[in-house]
């Protein structure tokens, strides 16, 4: 088959030929309210928009974010210091309210005094991981219409960043930080056969990735992606017992880890060779208090689990 030839200057079946410059307006014969031109208008009427602000890179504002921010009476946040340095390189003023973990209680107050409300988060979309669940609740139990704008999300771009499968998938959030919960919850991530999502924070990554290793096995694929859209935006993939390495020595920046499925035929459940565990782990480089913390995380005796990993350093 002759592959065709391409001519230098593309030929246009637009009537009257080409138009004279590439990047200038419209023609004049093309309708005028065609949807994606007309201005973003705002509903009239009292309601609560969730409103997504950058992750990182201030640019990632939506023109419908800013249209709802100028629109509104005041806005709610969580951090007001944060959410004011916003709008002031916004260009926008307005009254700010505080509505977090702490003070979400005063939302039907709020909600009466101010008919327009706007909802942002400290980065990202409301209602994913902070209180912006509970002002919906609010809002629809005082007959007050939602409306949630699409935008900026750190976990989405994690997830398509990993390279791990995405049709099907699981968002996790923050796990628990001790206790049964969260080994309850490392053990599901463990038998999940899709991919799973979760956030973490700098301080708490070594931790997890070490936990997550115990209850899938350190041959489980994963990666971490931190900084989304700023300077030093990274994503590391490997096994999670790489990234438990590759971490090790602390990490600054938002995370966000995700973590392969189980694989088809992998067991769930089986007994752990504890010794055998603690070998691989010091073998890996952890420390003995490391291999210690992670074997009271699978279930071990404190005393049995400092022997254990205390053996595995020595041989290793």
């Not at 509104?72 to 007001?80: G, I, M, Q, R, S």
């Not at 935008?151 to 923050?174: H, K, Q």
């Amino acid at each position: 088959m002759t592959e065709p030839e391409f001519p230098d200057t593309p030929d246009f079946d637009l009537p009257g030929g080409p138009p004279d410059d590439l990047n200038g307006d419209l023609p004049e014969d093309l309708p005028a309210d065609l949807p994606d031109a007309a201005p973003v208008r705002v509903p009239d009427g009292a309601r609560v928009w969730l409103v997504p602000t950058p992750v990182g890179n201030l640019g990632d504002i939506t023109l419908r974010a800013l249209e709802v921010l100028r629109a509104a009476d005041a806005v709610a946040c969580e951090d007001t210091r944060r959410t004011g340095a916003l709008l002031t390189h916004l260009g926008i003023k307005k009254p700010l309210v505080r509505l977090d973990a702490h003070t979400m209680g005063r939302a039907p107050q709020v909600l009466e005094r101010y008919a327009r409300l706007a909802y942002v988060s400290d980065a990202g979309t409301p209602g994913i991981s902070d209180p912006g669940a509970e002002l919906v609740a609010a809002a629809l139990a005082a007959d007050v219409p939602v409306e949630a704008l699409p935008g900026a999300t750190a976990f989405v771009p994690a997830l398509v960043l990993s390279a791990l499968p995405t049709g099907r998938f699981t968002f996790e959030g923050f796990l628990p930080r001790s206790g049964r919960d969260r080994t309850e919850r490392l053990s599901a991530v463990a038998a999940r056969a899709e991919t799973t999502v979760l956030y973490e924070s700098p301080h708490r990554l070594h931790a997890t990735l070490a936990d997550l290793q115990g209850a899938c096995g350190p041959d489980r694929a994963a990666s971490v992606t931190r900084e989304l859209t700023k300077r030093f935006e990274e994503t590391v993939r490997g096994t999670l017992a790489e990234l438990a390495a590759h971490f090790e020595s602390g990490v600054r920046g938002e995370i966000v880890v995700v973590v392969a499925g189980r694989p088809e035929g992998e067991s769930v459940g089986a007994e752990v060779d504890h010794a055998a565990r603690a070998r691989e782990l010091a073998g890996q480089g952890l420390s003995t208090r490391d291999i210690r913390d992670l074997l009271i995380r699978e279930g071990l005796r404190k005393n049995d689990a400092y022997a254990l990993a205390l053996q595995a350093t020595s041989d290793a």
